[in-house]
């Protein structure tokens, strides 16, 4: 097997990466995995708690479809037993349900075919860690249990912050890293993947290994990609994520709701867009970059064509040129008009585009209430709107529905 040298492999390797641990490591495992003609072998885990892959995971697919593209092995884990549990990296508490094994089987069967969007499954290896855990004994979990002690769970940043604010840690989430480390000792991996908020469990990897006679694994980390609020992380129990299996069109309104100051983070964790260009593109128009980000991004999950569409479907929409193909159709109760008249500060409250008269006065004050599909303006709080039914009515350019009465 012919490997690029190891400084052009490291130089992909440490796109988007925030941190290695231990770095130097990685770079004699390269060095020996060239000398050796072996690859490496490339762990990544998923647990399927739902059944969107959302662009969060695929900055660690990504990296891994990368490193399969140099020449190494990758090897996919389906966390099915460790979704039993919930994964409490960067958790302030314990999560309020734990899935049953029926409904992370279901979840299970479509990550796959989610997953091969971004890594070649043909040269993947995929286990499930139900594999080895579904047959341990209760002797042979004490046994693993052992091997890890109460403080240096309490190092992970997750557990010592609900320590110190006294909010309960239960047992079964201690059991989380443990077997997450377990993982990378059945399948012998060199590089682990995942968020920076993984780094305890990375680690405990390695100490296990170590205990086991095993080379040890090194932690090739990323940052955590933020949803479309600018500022927690994308997930789906946030309900601020992309799923790489929604529509194109889909995809392309969500992109374009990002705040302008995440664009340079998704360009380079999502793209391969050299980042002096990333730089330019930046430095201009905004709008025009982020259709361009939207477009690569959305033809890797769909085609070229599919992103070209999706982008002329949303700029006639929102530019006025046509009008959305998706208007939704909302009841207005008809006694709360006098005379087929009404407020327009009570008509945007009574359609739940605000949810208080101030809201909807600050909506008017800025323009973005209109009417019609000609878009005029309401220029007044008090301003008497005549309801017709079927009604265009307009809160800012993402906001919209006709007026049904009843």
């Known amino acids: 097997m012919t490997f690029l040298p190891v400084e052009e492999q490291l130089r992909i390797i440490m796109r988007g990466i925030e941190k290695i641990v231990p770095q130097e490591e990685l770079r004699k495992k390269l060095q020996h995995s060239q000398d050796a003609g072996t690859p490496l072998r490339i762990k990544y885990g998923i647990d399927p708690t739902g059944i969107d892959v959302h662009l969060g995971h695929t900055v660690p697919l990504r990296k891994m479809r990368q490193f399969q593209e140099l020449g190494h092995q990758a090897v996919i884990i389906i966390g099915n037993y460790t979704a039993l549990v919930g994964d409490p990296s960067g958790r302030d508490e314990a999560r309020s349900k734990q899935l049953t094994e029926a409904e992370v089987e279901t979840n299970a069967t479509t990550y796959l075919t989610q997953v091969g969007k971004v890594v070649d499954m043909s040269r993947a290896e995929v286990h499930r860690n139900g594999d080895w855990f579904g047959k341990m004994s209760f002797a042979n979990v004490l046994s693993l249990c052992g091997r890890v002690t109460v403080a240096q769970l309490l190092t992970r940043e997750d557990f010592a912050k609900r320590y110190r604010q006294e909010k309960p840690i ?3 989430e201690c059991l989380y890293p443990v077997m997450q480390a377990w993982d990378s000792v059945q399948i012998r991996s060199d590089v682990e993947l995942g968020g920076t908020e993984q780094l305890y469990s990375f680690m405990l990897a390695r100490d296990l290994q170590a205990q086991e006679n095993l080379t040890q694994q090194i932690a090739v980390m990323s940052p955590i990609l933020v949803g479309l609020d600018g500022v927690r992380r994308m997930g789906k129990s946030l309900g601020n994520y992309i799923g790489i299996s929604e529509s194109p069109y889909d995809m392309m309104k969500k992109f374009m709701q990002l705040p302008d100051n995440v664009m340079k983070m998704y360009f380079e964790l999502l793209t391969e867009v050299p980042l002096d260009d ?6 201009g128009h905004l709008k025009a970059a982020k259709v361009t980000l939207a477009k690569l991004v ?17 700029q006639a929409e929102i530019g006025g040129e046509a009008l959305p193909t998706d208007i939704p159709n909302v009841i207005l109760d008809a006694r709360l008009l006098a005379d ?15 949810t208080s008269n101030g809201e909807a006065r600050r909506l008017i004050q800025g323009g973005g209430a209109k009417l019609g599909e000609e878009k005029t303006a309401i220029t007044a709080h008090d301003q008497q709107i005549t309801v017709t039914d079927g009604m265009l009515v307009w809160a800012g350019k993402k906001k919209y529905c006709r007026v049904k009465l009843a």
Not at 340 to 354: E, P, Q, S, Y
């Open 170 to 172: 239960f047992l079964h």
């Open 278 to 283: 990333v730089d330019r593109l930046l430095a």
């Open 298 to 314: 959305i033809a890797q999950y769909h085609s070229a064509e599919d992103a070209d569409a999706a982008a002329a479907r949303w």
């Open 340 to 354: 087929r008249t009404i407020t327009a500060v009570k008509l945007f409250t009574a359609l739940n585009f605000c």
